[in-house]
């Protein structure tokens, strides 16, 4: 027997009710950000060492972004180095900041690629999905599908078609080679990436296509510097980057429902007033919201007020003179010595570098060419990538760790000049090979 009319309407009134407080039960994270599939996410610091903390400090901020706003901790990956938190040198041991008197970011970031598995092998096959390729860390890889969006931000030093790992290289050809397999095997729906470093916009500029999804916006442009920021004398150290802390300190106290890419891209860059911050890639999407990409609970931040990024910003290149410079301005006596001394070994280090990048370019182009091509800063052109990319390989295999040196990265540019000018890659990395020995690499101003 059929429900009379009005019966039949209560009872499905009665049913949407019911249906809505069952659903308003569970707990928040199950709803995704994604209208349509799972978000996933990829963080990773590329450097170690005390005197770059700012770089895991800015992952581990970013991990504390996603994950209070309702981000699945399982579908995020991250790799850093790990030896910031627990370092002889912390004054808070097991607690990592990412701004003056800031909350402690590292509680709770899963660790998946510690050490050694930092590599950039491992983290294009944690891009690509393939866990056979992983050597070290815990094999988690990214097991993203067509209908899920994917978030990848990365931190550290930079070059002109280069970013660094703690002991290799990863080239620009090798990262949008993995984006773009990414995106023929139906890897994601759409792609998000920040990248932190200098020259970082050489690593998508001529390289990234604009009709495979990925928006990418970078910290600076191909032929510049980025910023570290947040001096803390108690660490003795910088915490953070201009462009990451401010995409970060944005994302915290946002509605990322109602906020957009485009939107924030347009914050950073305005408030990133040390580097001109660029974007990539298709833009056709930056008018979605963040939280398809960074999570949609909305997370009010309790945190106190925090300074301007840019009221102590120092070119990267220069964190390690900076961080000497104050050491020096805060002693006396025998201890402003010591650094001192201290400070003039680290700029005959690189007087010696700039030596050697001269010698290799006189080799090269001719002596009366060495000025212009080591002073000479240009946006590598798509028809240079081969020669940049044999020229920065050879030297930093050969002759002197990038890595380890990131001065030589800001001088790698001169190979940029030089390819541009019509020096042939085999003429660059011939002069490489006779500049440096056979055996050894540069060590601390000598081989």
């Known amino acids: 027997q059929f429900f009379g009319r009005p019966t039949f309407f209560i009872m499905l009134a009665l049913l949407s009710l019911a249906l809505v407080a069952s659903s308003l039960a569970f707990p928040a994270d199950v709803f995704a950000p994604n209208p349509t599939g799972q978000n996933w996410a990829v963080l990773v610091a590329?450097?170690?060492?005390?005197?770059?903390?700012?770089?895991?400090?800015?992952?581990?901020?970013?991990?504390?972004?996603?994950?209070?706003h309702g981000f699945n901790k399982d579908n995020i990956i991250v790799m850093m180095y790990d030896d910031i938190a627990h370092n002889s040198e912390n004054p808070t041991p097991g607690v990592v900041i990412n701004a003056p008197n800031g909350a402690d970011v590292y509680h709770g970031v899963s660790k998946d690629y510690t050490g050694a598995a930092v590599t950039p092998s491992n983290f294009l096959n944690v891009l690509k999905g393939n866990a056979a390729g992983i050597k070290g860390g815990n094999g988690k890889v990214l097991k993203s599908g067509p209908n899920d969006n994917v978030f990848v931000f990365f931190s550290d030093h930079g070059g002109p078609n280069i970013i660094a790992f703690p002991s290799e290289l990863l080239q620009a050809t090798d990262l949008n080679n993995a984006l773009i397999y990414m995106h023929d095997n139906k890897k994601y729906n759409k792609l998000v990436f920040y990248l932190e470093a200098c020259e970082s916009g050489s690593m998508f500029n001529t390289l990234l296509p604009k009709n495979i999804n990925i928006f990418a916006t970078t910290a600076s442009t191909p032929d510049t510097s980025s910023y570290a920021c947040?001096?803390?004398?108690?660490?003795?150290?910088?915490?953070?980057?201009?462009?990451s802390v401010n995409w970060m300190e944005n994302s915290d106290k946002a509605d990322l429902t109602k906020e957009t890419l485009q939107q924030q891209f347009a914050v950073v860059k305005q408030e990133t007033n040390t580097s001109v911050c660029c974007e990539y890639g298709d833009q056709s999407f930056s008018s979605e919201p963040l939280s398809y990409y960074q999570g949609a609970?909305?997370?009010?931040?309790?945190?106190a007020k925090i300074p301007n990024p840019n009221d102590d910003a120092v070119d990267s290149r220069d964190v390690a003179l900076a961080i000497l410079r104050h050491k020096i301005a805060a002693a006396n006596g025998a201890e402003q010595a010591k650094y001192?001394?201290?400070?003039?070994?680290?700029?005959?280090?690189?007087?010696?570098?700039q030596a050697l990048f001269s010698n290799v370019v006189a080799k090269a182009a001719g002596a009366s060419n060495v000025k212009l091509h080591m002073t000479r800063r240009l946006a590598p052109t798509a028809a240079i990538t081969e020669c940049l990319r044999a020229s920065t390989s050879a030297m930093d295999q050969h002759c002197i760790s990038f890595p380890k040196y990131d001065y030589a990265m800001k001088l790698?540019?001169?190979?940029?000049?030089?390819?541009?000018?019509?020096?042939?890659?085999?003429?660059?990395?011939?002069?490489?090979?006779?500049?440096?020995p056979t055996k050894g690499l540069f060590v601390g101003g000598v081989f």
């Not at 001192?340 to 570098?353: F, G, T, Y």
Request: charged fraction near 15%.
């Open 230 to 243: 947040y001096y803390d004398s108690k660490r003795g150290t910088y915490l953070g980057d201009v462009y």
């Open 297 to 303: 609970t909305h997370a009010v931040s309790t945190a």
């Open 340 to 353: 001192v001394s201290q400070l003039q070994a680290l700029m005959q280090e690189r007087a010696s570098i």
């Open 46 to 68: 590329g450097s170690n060492s005390w005197g770059n903390y700012r770089h895991q400090a800015d992952i581990c901020h970013s991990y504390q972004v996603l994950v209070n």
């Open 412 to 436: 790698s540019m001169s190979f940029v000049s030089m390819c541009e000018a019509g020096v042939a890659a085999d003429t660059i990395v011939a002069s490489i090979r006779s500049a440096c």
